[in-house]
């Protein structure tokens, strides 16, 4: 079982900067061996992609509405997923999952690719 805890939301200003983390713990968990995922979901609307990134941290994937401002990252030694956040925008505004894919899978971009989600953390961007 994986367990994944987000932090680091909040309210910001358009134009401003958060950065989010993902701490990722479990019985007989390897972090370097998942995938991993953040998605976000707006009220009203379908959860959707934001960013994922391979297990080695070696490639990375972005949606088309953040590319240019958001960054994903992830410490395998501290079992910790990052997503810094740049130039926020109103439309921003959203909770943020992070997720995990199943041991030794290669990244998705379905929610349904991905067994382990975290809680959520609120972001809300102001104009």
């Known amino acids: 079982q994986v367990q994944l805890v987000e932090s680091g939301g909040g309210l910001v200003q358009a134009g401003g900067s958060l950065r989010l983390s993902c701490a990722a713990s479990?019985?007989?968990?390897?972090?370097?061996?998942?995938?991993m995922g953040w998605f976000r979901q707006a009220p009203g609307k379908e959860r959707e992609f934001v960013a994922a990134?391979?297990?080695?941290?070696?490639?990375?994937y972005y949606a088309d509405s953040v590319k240019g401002r958001f960054t994903i990252s992830r410490d395998n030694a501290k079992n910790t997923l990052y997503l810094q956040m740049n130039s926020l925008k109103p439309e921003d505004t959203a909770v943020y999952y992070c997720?995990?894919?199943?041991?030794?899978?290669?990244?998705?971009?379905?929610?349904?690719?991905?067994?382990?989600w975290g809680q959520g953390t609120q972001v809300t961007v102001s104009s």
């Open positions: 479990g019985r007989s968990f390897t972090f370097s061996h998942y995938a």
């Open positions: 990134m391979s297990r080695s941290g070696g490639s990375t």
């Open positions: 997720a995990a894919s199943p041991p030794f899978h290669g990244v998705g971009y379905a929610s349904s690719e991905y067994n382990y």
